[in-house]
């Protein structure tokens, strides 16, 4: 499958530990997102990669959150000291640039 | 005010129906209209974009955008089981940033659509 991955698929933790997804783009794409979609609602925008280079981050991305993409090919999201308010599906999408093809996310459930 | 209205349903009609979804919209520079779909436990896919206003047809799908009103539609004819999924309208607005574009889409909340056999 040559689409876009996210590992893992469900995280669950308690309140105040810290996690770590990450994302596989498609391999020609120097163009990556993450968005946060929570229950009932659309997926909001949170960052934005050119290669490796962060370019955006939109205000919900708190001190907290930090994503990185080293090699400009895979990306990592982590979460630091997580609250229950961080219950979301995490999407990752990458393009070329043009449409943007989403991974399945990475549901994390904070107790 | 949010930037982009989606009613979100749910919407139930027997097979075979013409459904329509909405959207409206606020911000005047955004220069792409896109509906996406998305089952469940899944990532969204695209489903239609345009730019224009105007009627654009894909099979059994129609997307039509009117800017002055900035209300954007679906309309999905023939409507089947399998179609059943929540339908995003997103809208696109091209960014400059260090010269390059951040193609930054802002989602509705969804309209979770059930087809009934």
């Known amino acids: 499958d040559t689409g876009v991955s996210q590992d893992p698929r469900h995280k669950i933790t308690k309140r105040g530990q810290n996690v770590t997804f990450r994302c596989d783009p498609i391999s020609e794409h120097n163009r990556l997102y993450w968005y946060r979609q929570t229950l009932g609602q659309g997926p909001e925008f949170l960052t934005y990669?050119?290669?490796?280079?962060?370019?955006?981050k939109s205000r919900l991305l708190s001190d907290r959150f930090s994503a990185e993409r080293p090699k400009g090919s895979f990306s990592t999201l982590e979460i630091q000291r997580t609250e229950q308010g961080d219950s979301a599906m995490y999407l990752c999408a990458s393009s070329s640039p043009g449409e943007q093809f989403f991974g399945p996310g990475t549901r994390l459930t904070v107790l | 005010q949010k930037e982009v209205e989606q009613d979100p349903g749910p919407l139930s009609v027997p097979e075979g129906a013409i459904v329509s979804l909405n959207c409206t919209y606020s911000?005047?520079?955004?220069?792409?209209f896109m509906w996406y779909r998305q089952y469940s436990r899944k990532g969204p896919e695209l489903l239609m974009y345009?730019?224009?206003?105007g009627n654009k047809e894909d099979g059994r799908f129609t997307a039509q955008v009117d800017k002055s009103s900035k209300y954007i539609s679906l309309f999905i004819r023939d409507s089947q089981p399998s179609d059943s999924a929540t339908y995003l309208c997103a809208l696109l607005e091209i960014q400059l940033i260090s010269n390059f574009g951040n193609e930054k889409l802002t989602f509705g909340t969804g309209t979770r659509l059930t087809i009934i056999p």
């Open positions: 911000n005047s520079a955004f220069q792409y």
């Open positions: 345009t730019y224009s206003s």
């Open positions: 990669f050119q290669n490796e280079a962060q370019l955006e």
